[in-house]
């Protein structure tokens, strides 16, 4: 029984599980300990965000596959317009992609890649950012804070999780995107791409990395809060490109439904 305890508690130590929650509601105290910390200490919330992204994917592609199954199809507007050899090509493509791999396993793939990826690009920005500005802190502290500091990002994929279960719909304009003007030029989509991104907890994360680089750079809040923010512009702005340029590809008649 002490073995059994003792254990646990290794692992506890080794996990940090305490801090999953403790970040979130005392997060200076918290990353006074994460910076502190000589080794790497982010597995743990990237797993959490890995998991929380499958989750959401996971519940958009059974919606996706029961609306397939019940021949729920969305056509373009100009479809009549098709030729029949046209109209059959963009149902078969449609009906491609209502499978397996196009429904959980490539957006199940993008989101853990955008998980990982997108940890080691932020960190390695706001380690520049927070070194430019005149921080102390070294680049392992800063990966380890930009990881702990992800973790509202697990909580909004878990409430659109769990909205999805409970309304058998997908959401269809995530962040601020409803407030993109009309129209159908570049700016406009572009402008969709990037208002999606935006939300409340984005920008808890932000505060969240402001205050992590504040404790462990050894800058004022009021330079770490720029340099956070200096950086979430830039990523903010590339991460848009993304939906930019499949909206780009979506224009043509049949790449439109892969998208």
């Given at each position: 029984?002490?073995?059994?305890?003792?254990?646990?508690?290794?692992?506890?130590?080794?996990?940090?599980?305490?801090?999953?929650?403790?970040?979130?509601?005392?997060?200076?105290?918290?990353?006074?300990?994460?910076?502190?910390?000589?080794?790497?200490?982010?597995?743990?919330?990237?797993?959490?965000?890995?998991?929380?992204?499958?989750?959401?994917v996971w519940s958009s592609g059974?919606?996706?596959?029961?609306?397939?199954?019940?021949?729920?199809?969305?056509?373009?507007?100009?479809?009549?317009?098709?030729?029949?050899?046209?109209?059959?090509?963009?149902?078969?493509?449609?009906e491609a992609t209502s499978g397996?791999?196009?429904?959980?396993?490539?957006?199940?793939?993008?989101?853990?890649?955008?998980?990982?990826?997108?940890?080691?690009?932020?960190?390695?920005?706001?380690?520049?950012?927070?070194?430019?500005?005149?921080?102390?802190?070294?680049?392992?502290?800063?990966?380890?804070?930009?990881?702990?500091?992800?973790?509202?990002?697990?909580?909004?994929?878990?409430?659109?999780?769990?909205?999805?279960?409970?309304?058998?719909?997908?959401?269809?304009?995530?962040?601020?995107?409803?407030?993109?003007?009309?129209?159908?030029?570049?700016?406009?989509?572009?402008?969709?791409?990037?208002?999606?991104?935006?939300?409340?907890?984005?920008?808890?994360?932000?505060?969240?990395?402001?205050?992590?680089?504040?404790?462990?750079?050894?800058?004022?809040?009021?330079?770490?809060?720029?340099?956070?923010?200096?950086?979430?512009?830039?990523?903010?702005?590339?991460?848009?490109?993304?939906?930019?340029g499949l909206g780009q590809l979506?224009?043509?008649?049949?790449?439109?439904?892969?998208?």
């Open positions: 029984m002490a073995e059994a305890a003792l254990e646990t508690n290794r692992r506890q130590r080794r996990w940090k599980t305490e801090w999953l929650w403790n970040v979130l509601i005392h997060p200076r105290e918290t990353f006074a300990q994460i910076t502190a910390q000589r080794e790497g200490v982010w597995l743990a919330p990237l797993l959490v965000l890995s998991l929380t992204a499958l989750l959401t059974t919606i996706r596959q029961a609306a397939a199954a019940m021949g729920e199809v969305t056509l373009p507007p100009d479809f009549q317009y098709y030729s029949p050899e046209q109209q059959a090509q963009y149902m078969q493509a449609i397996p791999v196009f429904l959980f396993v490539l957006p199940g793939l993008a989101r853990l890649a955008q998980v990982w990826v997108g940890w080691l690009a932020v960190g390695g920005f706001v380690h520049l950012a927070l070194t430019t500005l005149g921080g102390r802190g070294e680049i392992g502290m800063t990966m380890n804070l930009v990881a702990w500091a992800g973790l509202p990002l697990a909580l909004r994929d878990l409430v659109r999780t769990i909205f999805m279960q409970n309304s058998d719909r997908l959401i269809q304009s995530p962040g601020l995107s409803g407030f993109a003007p009309a129209g159908e030029g570049h700016l406009a989509l572009y402008l969709v791409g990037l208002l999606t991104l935006i939300d409340l907890y984005l920008i808890w994360h932000i505060a969240l990395l402001a205050i992590g680089g504040s404790v462990g750079s050894k800058l004022s809040m009021g330079r770490a809060l720029t340099g956070v923010l200096i950086t979430m512009l830039v990523v903010l702005a590339l991460q848009a490109l993304i939906p930019y979506g224009g043509a008649k049949f790449i439109q439904p892969f998208f």
